[in-house]
Nanobody, 124 residues
Framework: QLQLVESGGGLVQPGGSLRLSCSASGSIFSINGMGWYRQAPGKQRELVATITSGGSTNYAESVKDRFTISRDNAKNTVYLQMSGLKPEDTAVYFC??????????????????WGQGTQVTVSS
């Protein structure tokens, strides 16, 4: 179908930076929107940033001046550059992609997929 694999998470000090990557694979016909969501302990999953195939972006207000989302359509990969990290950014970050896959090699089927998540911990 459409598999998503994240990488780049880890432990970083407040004020530090990390870059997350998410690569999509499978029977892909096209990918429209891609994005990053996060979920902290005891909280609901929330939107961090999204980007369309045309490059239009959307950010949560809490990260707008610190994070940058980008994508490489040729590689089916989306990135999240995170700077000025705060302890409040600590969460599991999930990659999301919406698009169309090829079912049985020829049928076009809409799909919305999630990655397994990568842990980002901001702490001294």
């Amino acid at each position: 179908q459409l598999q998503l694999v994240e990488s780049g998470g880890g432990l970083v000090q407040p004020g530090g930076s990390l870059r997350l990557s998410c690569s999509a694979s499978g029977s892909i016909f096209s990918i429209n929107g891609m994005g990053w969501y996060r979920q902290a302990p005891g909280k609901q999953r929330e939107l961090v940033a999204t980007i369309t195939s045309g490059g239009s972006t959307n950010y949560a207000e809490s990260v707008k001046d610190r994070f940058t989302i980008s994508r490489d359509n040729a590689k089916n990969t989306v990135y999240l550059q995170m700077s000025g990290l705060k302890p409040e950014d600590t969460a599991v970050y999930f990659c999301n992609a919406e698009g169309t896959i090829l079912y049985r090699g020829n049928l076009h089927v809409p799909v919305n997929s999630w990655g397994q998540g990568t842990q980002v911990t901001v702490s001294s």
